[in-house]
């Protein structure tokens, strides 16, 4: 068999471009955008993932773009000094902060209360007065883990839970890519918005492909050539992992068209962690006939 070359079509990431910023843009250090981070019935998976951002750095973000006034994991402030904080944030910044929320958002306080307050009281409260709301992975953005199977804790979405007049971005996956988190959040600070979304309210530039369709395994896709077994001379040369199960071709998401080195480039299939109802979707991997 002809072993052909693996065309990478990765492209490096610019999160100048990505977001529409110019480079004269950057040269307003004096304002920070206030964000306050609410952690629902969630793994923290998307705080880590989000302060492991190469592009900006989350260093780069947390110290000349956006001002973390609460995050229950990230504030160096705790109990009631936190939470007396994020309640003067609803007011001194009305309709200029954003909220973050990751995690799904429990049907009924016995599942989760922050501080005493019920945690899902507490986000409609933050969301009234955010000028735009934004649900950190899929948990938030679908119910995602929390809602899986018969979901006892009756789980719901933030979409869901708020009204239509509060502008919502979903930033799905599992968690989401660091620079899409970070992308999303710098475009409200430079253009004072939400980034134009698709019809499931996700921003556009981040998810308007699949990510078998940006795939450096897809030359291999075209030409039928396939991994048969993680460890065969298939999965060796790189060839697709379509028949283990790889959910690329339904998976909208940037992990590879933003040139990142992610699952599929470790030897791994997509598992579609992106869109809705993943967990319930049958197993990660699994052997594919064709
Ligand atoms: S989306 Fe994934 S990483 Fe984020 S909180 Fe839910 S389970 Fe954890
Ligand atoms: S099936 Fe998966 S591994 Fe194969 S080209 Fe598509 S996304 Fe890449």
Redesign the pocket.
């Known amino acids: 068999m002809k072993v052909i070359e693996v065309i990478r079509t990765m492209k490096s990431y610019n999160w100048l471009e990505a977001i529409n910023v110019t480079s004269e843009m950057l040269g307003n250090p004096d304002y920070r955008l206030p964000v306050i981070w609410i952690s629902a019935l969630d793994c923290t998976g998307c705080k880590e993932a989000f302060l492991r951002s190469f592009e900006p750095s989350s260093l780069d973000t947390l110290l000349n773009f956006i001002s973390l006034e609460y995050s229950e994991l990230l504030s160096a402030a705790s109990g009631y000094q936190a939470e007396d904080h994020k309640e003067s944030i609803f007011e001194k910044y009305q309709g200029e902060y954003v909220l973050a929320i990751e995690g799904g958002i429990p049907g009924s306080d016995e599942f989760l209360m922050i501080a005493g307050k019920s945690v899902r009281e507490e986000i409609i409260l933050a969301a009234k007065n955010a000028k735009a709301v934004l649900a950190f992975g899929s948990c938030s953005a679908w119910g995602g883990l929390p809602a899986a199977g018969e979901n006892p804790t009756h789980s719901t979405d933030i979409r869901s839970l708020l009204p239509e007049c509060i502008p919502v971005a979903l930033v799905p996956g599992c968690p989401p890519i660091p620079e899409v988190m970070i992308g999303t959040l710098l475009h409200i600070h430079f253009h004072g918005e939400l980034p134009e979304l698709d019809k499931k309210l996700r921003p556009k530039a981040f998810y308007q492909t699949?990510?078998?369709m940006a795939?450096?395994?897809?030359a291999?896709?075209d030409q039928k050539l396939f991994a048969e077994s993680f460890n065969d001379q298939g999965a060796k040369q790189g060839f697709?992992?379509?028949k283990l199960g790889?959910?690329?071709?339904a998976a909208f998401n940037g992990c590879?068209s933003m040139g990142k080195d992610r699952c599929?480039s470790a030897g791994y299939?997509?598992i579609g962690c992106s869109e809705k109802n993943f967990w319930d979707k049958g197993g990660f991997v699994g052997k594919r006939k064709r």
């Open positions: 699949t990510v078998h795939c450096h395994r897809k291999f896709f697709c992992l379509f790889c959910k690329g071709p590879e599929i299939t997509c």
